[in-house]
């Protein structure tokens, strides 16, 4: 267990909606990173917030947004959705701003389907 | 972009027997690199990282080889066993950013 926790675990909804996903980083953790796995591409990194500011942009569509509230958690929010956001969405955390040479420690992870 | 060319893309091998990864790049500024090892319905775990001021880093059975002129990595999995059955993605990192750039993954599986 990474100490991160996602919720939903699973999400089904249609094209066009929106939705909101949580993360809850290990205690400690400022920073919070969100990645999208999907068969064709692979990781990709999204967005990096720490201790309430957004810090790094990835590959993040237009229509996805993120925060990282006061008490740490972080949401992502996919709206306007298509078919080709269905993909497992990972939360990771790590103790300092700079993550990348950091232990990033991943939660579950999402899997979203859009029908 | 793929910054990271990960091969192969599945990998069988016989219990006991050693497993090999395989990661390329191309951006000279890149400075750490990290494996993750992923269960089925779970997150990445870190597994082993490597700085390129060492040709080697070792632990356990798992050991990372890296060639900095021909900007190569790669895992080894000495005695792999069955329970090493997972994916297993290289990683990349320049200069302490906040950034990491993942390989596509390799599927290993491991057979009694």
């Known amino acids: 267990d990474s100490g991160v926790t996602q919720t939903p675990k699973h999400l089904i909804t249609a094209t066009g909606q929106r939705v909101t996903l949580r993360c809850s980083p290990r205690?400690?953790?400022?920073?919070v990173y969100w990645y999208q796995q999907s068969l064709d591409q692979g990781l990709q990194f999204l967005i990096q917030?720490?201790?309430?500011?957004?810090?790094a942009k990835g590959n993040i569509l237009e229509r996805f947004s993120a925060q990282q509230f006061p008490d740490l958690h972080s949401e992502l929010n996919l709206s306007s959705l298509e078919l080709g956001d269905s993909a497992l969405y990972f939360c990771?955390?790590?103790?300092?701003?700079?993550?990348?040479?950091?232990?990033?420690?991943f939660g579950p992870g999402t899997r979203l389907t859009v029908l | 972009q793929q910054q990271v060319k990960q091969s192969p893309q599945s990998l069988i091998v016989q219990k006991g027997g050693i497993s090999i990864i395989n990661c390329a790049y191309e951006?000279?500024?890149?400075?750490?690199f990290p494996w993750y090892q992923q269960f089925p319905g779970k997150g990445p775990a870190l597994l082993i990282a490597?700085?390129?001021?060492?040709s080697e880093k070792k632990e356990g059975r798992f050991t990372i080889s890296f060639n900095k002129s021909a900007k190569q990595f790669s895992l080894h999995i000495m005695d792999s066993q069955p329970g090493d059955s997972a994916t297993y993605f290289c990683?990349?990192?320049?200069?302490?950013?906040?950034?990491?750039?993942f390989g596509t993954g390799t599927q290993l599986k491991v057979e009694l």
């Open positions: 205690s400690g953790d400022l920073s």
């Open positions: 490597i700085r390129p001021d060492v």
């Open positions: 990771a955390s790590s103790a300092t701003l700079a993550g990348g040479q950091d232990t990033q420690y």
């Open positions: 917030y720490y201790n309430g500011e957004e810090r």
């Open positions: 990683a990349a990192n320049a200069g302490g950013g906040n950034k990491l750039t």
């Open positions: 951006n000279t500024a890149f400075d750490y």
